[in-house]
């Protein structure tokens, strides 16, 4: 399935058809990052507690070009949905996994 651009989010994190999580991270106007796992990636389980982004580079995009992947849905905080919240704590894992403050900083202030 398709995503909206409207249905993607900061903070929130999404499966590809290929295994694939992305957590995004920052959005700016047209532009996003996100943090991309590997392709077929072990699929967490519902309580899982550690991301899957170390040593995985962040990767900048336009949204609509994010959004024309095809995404699932998955189990992840006890519910299946196409995407989850991640809590702060999770999301400051994501960012520090794939090295992306600096990043997300510039974005922010183009």
């Not at 991270?25 to 990052?33: G, Q, S, T, W, Y």
């Not at 849905?73 to 949905?81: C, I, L, P, V």
Request: with cysteine.
């Amino acid at each position: 399935m398709k995503l909206k651009v409207t249905e993607i989010e900061v903070g929130h994190l999404y499966l590809t058809s290929a295994n694939q999580y992305r957590a995004v991270l920052a959005i700016k106007d047209e532009f996003m990052i996100y943090a991309p796992s590997i392709e077929n990636a072990v699929l967490l389980n519902p309580t899982s507690t550690s991301l899957p982004f170390e040593n995985q580079p962040f990767k900048k995009c336009q949204i609509i070009t994010f959004s024309k992947k095809a995404y699932r849905t998955f189990d992840f905080n006890d519910n299946e949905a196409i995407k989850h919240k991640l809590n702060e704590l999770q999301l400051a894992e994501a960012i520090a996994q794939c090295n992306a403050k600096s990043a997300i900083a510039a974005l922010l202030a183009g």
